[in-house]
């Protein structure tokens, strides 16, 4: 199974941007739809992107559209979210998931199979 670790975290000011990385290993990154989430304090963890196994389909919230991109190097078994103009509501801890059962690029998380332990995005305004 796969084993997935986010970076890139970390504090910036409203405006800025961040690009998170989620480093795979353990199976071959292509067999895997790939998703970020993230969970504000006293929300539920919520959709922010997905990704297809090849790359050719994402999906995103509606509330990141125009400002996130969610991108794949299959090659080298990583996931990446370039964050621009962000938001003191972006503020969240963002996860990495991955799922195998099916092609479909979901924003259930009930679909997600396997999950990284998460990285810390703070936004100042």
């Known amino acids: 199974q796969v084993q997935l670790a986010e970076s890139g975290g970390g504090l910036v000011q409203a405006g800025g941007s961040l690009r998170l990385s989620c480093a795979t290993s353990?199976?071959?990154?292509?067999?895997?739809?790939m998703g970020w989430f993230h969970q504000a304090p006293g929300k539920e963890r919520e959709f922010v992107a997905a990704?297809?196994?090849?790359?050719?389909?994402?999906d995103y919230a509606d509330s990141v559209k125009g400002r996130f991109t969610i991108s794949r190097d299959n090659a080298n078994n990583t996931v990446y979210l370039q964050m621009n103009s962000l938001k003191p509501e972006d503020t969240a801890v963002y996860y990495c998931?991955?799922?195998?059962?099916?092609?479909?690029?979901?924003?259930?998380?009930?679909?997600?199979?396997?999950w990284g332990q998460g990285t810390q995005v703070t936004v100042s305004s």
């Open positions: 353990g199976d071959t990154l292509s067999n895997y739809v």
């Open positions: 990704i297809s196994r090849g790359g050719r389909n994402t």
């Open positions: 998931a991955a799922q195998r059962r099916t092609l479909r690029v979901a924003k259930d998380q009930g679909e997600y199979e396997y």
